[in-house]
Each structure stands twice: as structure tokens, then as C-alpha cells.
């Protein structure tokens, strides 16, 4: 499987870290003895994250990363859950990191712990809990064998579904076992679920109120005992855990719901939100959106490989767009309305424009306002709309889009002379525009028309890329329009704009 560098991302501070990576290697303590030697203490996972937090939150540190807009909300209530040593569940709508949050808390576990060789559920060397390493520790003193498990192999999830079990959870007795001469009450007989392999570690449900509710009950004793019983066998191990789980508001009356007992033992309760304004929603989609010939990337420029140059007036109308549909009442808000969207709407627009570049054989690819025609497409499957008549959707959805441009360009457009502009337009004058039309047409708008010329540069921040120009001069045309200073007729990603004279 291949993943992509953070390092090479251009906002690679605001990715998540890669805890799977090995960055020391893990000491050469090979028995229990020499681990005693070596001062090595043993602790509770949940002393274990609160001291890493600590030394984090002391440094001025995140306490985990990847994740923006929570500042001064969602991490505050985590530090003082984890201080707290507390079991947390993260409840909000889709696409609000909370799977996220809860995969960066790996990197409050120390990098490697060591454990009995060879145990199925993290044996602690000091004291041992399953009947494998207390008969090894009994024969072998302190020569016990230890091996080093590394911190991302100490967290694991399990995704909600109706049909999970206990045995999938707590365990089961392995019938293999059975068949190769154990008695059922002999405790090896056992295969550990997940719960107990995570033991030392941190174990985490997402979509909690889809397990059902006899399944849930097995995990009241995991959050309060410490504890897991396995069928009718007389085995208790104490386990040592952290429970994380997500849960979605609506889950509780739609799908399922979290019964009290269980609601009862988690420590904190904490609601996630989606971005609160328009720049952090953009942050996050230029984190994690994949766009292969992104400028300053690997390979952009080469021929067949157009360079990106998303502007930042066409990325904040996707961003704006985002926030616009949250407070859409045309939209079923209590679905949600996900980031993923964002990121997924900022991918269509730069592909939109790459594949005008492929077809035009340009080096560039910029985005313009008629490649924001695409938009619609990659938003539909994303939200869900509130019962209109049919093919009333798309007619929503390119109404939401030219709102998003309207207020980006009521922000960023102030024209010193908007009469110069508009006189431009005569009686004769036609403008065309498309996300097909090569950027040598826009150079010759701003030839024939240079009243254009200082808001246009006013976009570009004085740039004169001739794709970068060629998107101001749309965004202008397309803000003139939606500001009633220019008539427009489209036939979907095509236009021609006209003085309204």
C-alpha cells in the first residue's frame, strides 16, 4: 500500500503524523531481568498518555495534529479528558476528524513498551495476566522473555455493524485448540478479541450506536471493572485500556442508540464541529486534497502532466460554497454537510481545469468560474436535499455556487472607477467565456477592453500569469453579473456576457 509523504505536502504541518513510523529503534532488553536492571517502571496506559500530554501541552505543543478549527473548543475538552484519565467519546455529525482525533492520540503512547514475547494480549513482564505468561514466568524467573511492541500496534478500532459479536470483541473458545487435545476449561483454549489484544493500549468504536444493544452491555465492564469474562470459563483479566468511540447525533433515534449504563461509565462527552468559517475550511481542503500536478509538486509541468495554480478568489468560493450549504434550508442539516466535501469540490475544480489543459495542450491548468459548472456533480452525492421536484437539484445546487461567488467577490473586488468598467461593455460588445476556451481568448478580452485591466490585476495580486489573468477576468465578468451590472446567457459551462444597455 503506498501513502503519500506529509513532508512533501505543501501545508505538511497540518497533516496527520505517520505514527506507524519507527523513529528510534527499540532497546536491546531481551529478559526480564535485564529490564529490571535497566530501571524500566511500569504504568497505566492512561498515566502513560496523561504524562506525554503534560510534556505536550507544558511545550505549548497540539496534543494531536492533522486537525484544524478546534483550537479553542474540541482540544480543550480533550486535554482535560486525558488529563482526567478518562474514557471519551467524540459525538458529532460526519466529517467532523473525529475518526482522526482519535487515530492522533497514538502519538500519546510511548514509541515502544515492552511486553512477554510472544503474548496475544500485551502482557505486562511486572505482572502478568493471562495463563500463558504467568506459567512462562513461573518457569523461567528472570530470564522471561520480553519483546517491544511499538505504539502503533498498541491501538486498534472496530467499525459499529449489527452483526459484531462478543466473541469478536471479549473472545471465544478456539474449537482448533479444543481439537488438538486441551480441555474446554483450560484457559488456553481462549482466543482473545479485540478488546484484550489491545490491552495496554488504546481501543476505539466507531459509530457506537450501531452495535447493538445486548453487545454493548459486554463493554460495561471493560469501562468500569477493567475487566473481560470470557464464556463460562472462570477468567478474569484485568485489563488495562483506554476506550475511545465516535458517535453520530442522529444515530441515536435513526439506527440505534448508546444505552445509559454505557453512557454512564465514559469519563467525557465531547461535540465536534465543523469548520466555523470560511479560511479554516480552506486550510483543511489545500491540506488534503490530491492534486498530482499541484505547482511545486513532482512531475507538474512535464508534458502531460499540467501544472496547478488553483487562485485564491476561485478556492475561497469553494470554501465559501461548503459553509453556504450548513446554512441552507433546502439542505437536510441534520445529515450534515462534510468537509469531505470541500476537499472532494476542490479536487473537481483543479481536475476540471486540467482537463482543459490536456485538451488545449497547455502547461497550466488554472481554475475559472466555468469550471465551477463541476461542482454540482461532486456536491450531489455529498449532501442530501430536502424533497424538491425533481431536477430542482442541480438548480439548487448552481444557486448555492453563484451565491459562494457573489460574496467572494462583494470581499475582494473594489473597482476605483466602476463606470470606466461598465461603459466598456457597448451595445456591440460581447464577451465569451467557457471551460473549454484556451487562455489566449482572455488576453484578447483585456486587449480590446483595457478598462478591465486594473481590477483584473487587483485579482491576481498584480500577477500576470496568463492562466491566473484569464480566471480574473471570468470572476470579473461572472461578479459583474451577479452584482446586475452585466446581462448573461449560459448553456451550461459555456457563457457570453453583454452590456445591459
Avoid: C
Avoid at 504467568?134 to 517491544?148: F, I, N, R
Avoid at 464541529?273 to 489545500?286: C, K
Avoid at 475559472?368 to 449532501?383: H, I, M, P
Amino acid at each position: 500500500m503506498t501513502t503519500r509523504d506529509p513532508s512533501n505536502h505543501p501545508d505538511a504541518s497540518h497533516r496527520t503524523l505517520d505514527h506507524s513510523v519507527r523513529s528510534t529503534p527499540p532497546p536491546d532488553i531481551t529478559t526480564l531481568g535485564r529490564l529490571r536492571e535497566s530501571g524500566w517502571r511500569s504504568i497505566p496506559v492512561s498515566e502513560e498518555i496523561r504524562r506525554n500530554a503534560s510534556s505536550r501541552i507544558a511545550a505549548g505543543e497540539p496534543l494531536v495534529t492533522g486537525v484544524l478549527g478546534f483550537e479553542n473548543t474540541v482540544l480543550p475538552q480533550l486535554e482535560n479528558a486525558v488529563l482526567a484519565g478518562h474514557d471519551v467519546i467524540l459525538l458529532g455529525e460526519r466529517g467532523q476528524a473525529k475518526t482522526r482525533i482519535i487515530r492522533s492520540m497514538v502519538g500519546l503512547l510511548d514509541e515502544w513498551l515492552p511486553i512477554v514475547a510472544h503474548s496475544e494480549i500485551n502482557d505486562d513482564p511486572y505482572h502478568p495476566i493471562s495463563r500463558f505468561a504467568k506459567d512462562l514466568l513461573a518457569e523461567t524467573g528472570d530470564d522471561l522473555p520480553v519483546s517491544w511492541v511499538h505504539r502503533s500496534d498498541r491501538y486498534g478500532e472496530k467499525l459499529a455493524t449489527p452483526d459484531t459479536s462478543i466473541a469478536d470483541l471479549i473472545g471465544e473458545v478456539d474449537p482448533i485448540r479444543v481439537a488438538e487435545g486441551r480441555y474446554l476449561s483450560d484457559e488456553l483454549t481462549i482466543h482473545y478479541g479485540l478488546v484484550p489484544r489491545l490491552n495496554r493500549g488504546i481501543f476505539a468504536v466507531n459509530e457506537l450506536p450501531d452495535l447493538a444493544e445486548r453487545i454493548q452491555v459486554g463493554l460495561l465492564n471493560v469501562l468500569e471493572e477493567r475487566d473481560v469474562q470470557i464464556r463460562g470459563h472462570r477468567v478474569r483479566l484485568p485489563l488495562d485500556i483506554m476506550l475511545v468511540a465516535t458517535a453520530n447525533p442522529e444515530d441515536y433515534t435513526n439506527r440505534g442508540r448508546i444505552i445509559t449504563p454505557l453512557k454512564d461509565r465514559f469519563g467525557a462527552q465531547i461535540r465536534t464541529h465543523y469548520p466555523p468559517d470560511a479560511a479554516t475550511e480552506l486550510s483543511i481542503a489545500q491540506s488534503e486534497a490530491d492534486l498530482p500536478g499541484r505547482a511545486g509538486s513532482e512531475g507538474a509541468g512535464r508534458v502531460g502532466s499540467p501544472r496547478v495554480e488553483v487562485p485564491e478568489f476561485m478556492a475561497e468560493v469553494v470554501a465559501e460554497l461548503s459553509q453556504l450549504a450548513r446554512q441552507s434550508p433546502h439542505l437536510n442539516q441534520r445529515s450534515g454537510v462534510s468537509v469531505r466535501l470541500t476537499i472532494a469540490n476542490y479536487e473537481t475544480l483543479a481536475a476540471n481545469a486540467t482537463r482543459r489543459a490536456l485538451r488545449n495542450g497547455e502547461a497550466e491548468a488554472v481554475p475559472r468560474v466555468s469550471d465551477l459548472q463541476a461542482l454540482v456533480s461532486s456536491t450531489q452525492g455529498k449532501v442530501e436535499i430536502e424533497s424538491l421536484e425533481e431536477g430542482r437539484e442541480e438548480i439548487l445546487l448552481s444557486q448555492l455556487v453563484s451565491a459562494a461567488v457573489l460574496l467572494v467577490f462583494r470581499r475582494r473586488v473594489v473597482l476605483d472607477d466602476p463606470q470606466a468598467v461598465i461603459g466598456a461593455f457597448t451595445t456591440e460588445t460581447v464577451v465569451h467565456a467557457g471551460d473549454d476556451l484556451p487562455v489566449t481568448a482572455y488576453a484578447a478580452v483585456l486587449n480590446e477592453m483595457p478598462a478591465l485591466s486594473a481590477p483584473v490585476l487587483g485579482l491576481t495580486g498584480g500577477s500576470e500569469d496568463p492562466g491566473v489573468v484569464a480566471s480574473a477576468v471570468e470572476f470579473l465578468l461572472e461578479g459583474l453579473h451577479l452584482t446586475k451590472r452585466l446581462n448573461k446567457e449560459a448553456a451550461g459551462a459555456r457563457a457570453t456576457y453583454r452590456g445591459r444597455g
